[in-house]
């Protein structure tokens, strides 16, 4: 318990202390939503089932970065990171044709699923920069 107490205090002070930095921009509401999730493949199917999250990445409105990268560590698994303008984009695709033929096609290859975290992004490399 004193470990994650220390952790979190780590923390705390060193975003107090970025803050006061030229340059650190504070935290701002972008309306920018996100999404962190994990897919364990079945055996041997980690290639496959990567082929087919990225198959129905085309014409999504609203997303501004989906990224698919396999982990060094574990041959089943696999990390998405999303970016989307708003949550309602990001439900909007789970609509759209051609996610839900690639949802059709990757389901029997997933041997569990994990959503890590809903984010707010708050800019990037190739996202807006808001004001």
């Known amino acids: ?61 609203g997303c501004l970065s989906y990224i698919v990268a396999s982990d060094p560590a574990d041959e089943t698994t696999i990390w998405v990171t999303e970016a989307w303008t708003d949550a309602g984009s990001h439900k909007a695709s789970l609509a759209l044709p051609q996610v839900q033929a690639a949802i059709g096609k990757a389901r029997p290859l997933i041997a569990g699923m994990e959503r890590i975290a809903e984010t707010t992004p708050q800019g990037g490399h190739g996202l807006p920069s808001g004001s």
């Open 1 to 61: 318990m004193e470990a994650g107490r220390r952790i979190f205090m780590g923390g705390a002070l060193a975003t107090a202390a970025l803050a006061g930095l030229p340059g650190h921009a504070e935290p701002r509401e972008t309306g920018m939503y996100g999404l962190i999730g994990k897919f364990i493949a079945a055996d041997g199917k980690r290639d496959e089932l990567i082929g087919y999250l990225l198959e129905g990445l085309r014409d999504m409105p």
